[in-house]
């Protein structure tokens, strides 16, 4: 008997290797669901065709809220009519990504009954991905989930879910909590994450040190970095253990400092503390060693993003320290007051990180009210964004009447 | 004087149905709108309630093509036919 040819050779290759293949699991999800195999047979076809399937957006959602719902529709439904509406759920996550087992079940079983089965987890926002719903699915998917303690996330142009690393909750580095900021800033926002009112997205991200574990710093609108102002903490005895055990203190400690601010004569370590610029590469090395300091907080910064209509940007430095305490009202009215301006300034699906390129960061400064400070200046002497108008001037005004 | 949410969000359906087909509005847009045709009479709090009743009363509904936009009901166009 002639053996069974493959319906997807293309889709078969990316089973092979010992790494895990979402084509592996979406045959298991095509044994019990017919969209599975729809989806696999039009993916086969777009991987020969070189041609997407695909149509992106329009209306749909749930009853009420404006995000979270990402439309999609093959162009071919006669011919894969299971997969005809394939649309995206994002649901919040819990902070940390903590589940239990069984709230992972509960999530699943829901989604088994109403979609496809399959889900991303999670997301690069960080939302649980719900892959393939039906538009008439949607909404009781949607109650399903809300009475079993799940929401929707953002999409569109308005607050994306936060998200943030799972801080104190496990790691010793952690200089805030921030499992309980994301938290607080997810529900006091939750009008903004489910009605869209901006120019586009706004990313919060919370990581609890400067190792930022959610990648705040190159991809959210507004980064919350846990750092601290004090010394780092060493125990003495245990950086000699390091050294006993063959740890090469001076070329992998002491020459990676990016501030060349420790020195190590074989018997003991000196930080400048006054020169460390919190970037955990000591601390990394030498975790049993080294510590953060004890007076903690975060480092907020302002305006990156992915690169998809400019290119990537990195944050830059808007508030060098803050105490991370709730209910981070002064926090909350710096972003309103960034978000006034960027809605009645910023221009259709321009990011605040372009905006304030466009405008100025000393513009933006002025405008929500933020003083400049060194610790904003990356490389002193290179950034042409901070003025001293008013020193300049008293001095002419000086000059002038010494002049007279 | 403060203007009622509900004549606010009359005067948003308004500019909504006339821009249908024409020019996709932002919920910003309308926002803005008002504060031009109503001055201190309205704020944005107010248009912000004005929107979400639109939305809640299913006369609106959010689209999203590049941006999130405000705009009257209608059959999605990417939509297979055979509904
Ligand atoms: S960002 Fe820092 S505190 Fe958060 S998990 Fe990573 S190492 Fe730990
Ligand atoms: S944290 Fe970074 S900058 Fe500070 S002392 Fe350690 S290696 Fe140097």
Redesign the interface.
Known sequence: MAEKTSETPLLDELEKGPWPSFVKEIKMAAETNPMGSDLLNLLERSYREKICHW???????V?????GV??R?NDL?EEYPHI??FHTMRINQPAGWYYSTKALRTVCDIWERHGSGITNMHGSTGDIILLGCH?DALEPTFQELAKNGFDIGG????VRTPSCCLGQSRCEWSCYDTMAACYDFTMTYQ?EIH??????KWKFKFSGCPNDCVAAIARADISFIGTWRDDIRMDKDAVLEYADRGLDIQKDVVELCPAKCIAWDGKELCIDNRACVHCMHCINVMPKALRPGTDTGACILIGSKAPIIEGAFLSSVIIPFFKMEPPYQELKDLVEEMW?LW??EGK??ERIGEFIQRVGMGNFLEAVGVEPVAEMVAHPRENPYIFYEEYFEEEDEEEEEADE | MAMPIEEIAESMYKLVAEAQGKKKL???DL??SMIELYGDEVD?KAC?QA??ML??S?RC????????YV?L??K?????P??
Request: charged fraction near 25%.
């Open positions: 149509k992106h957006g329009g209306i749909v959602g009853l009420g809220y404006g995000g990402i439309g529709y439904p005809a509406h538009t999409s569109g142009s308005d009008d009605r869209p009112a901006f120019p586009y006034d809605c009645e259709n699906r | 932002k919920a910003m926002t803005k944005k912000k929107v979400r939305i809640d299913e509904v959010y689209t999203y093509f590049g941006g999130s705009e009901p209608h999605e166009g990417a939509a297979p055979t509904d």
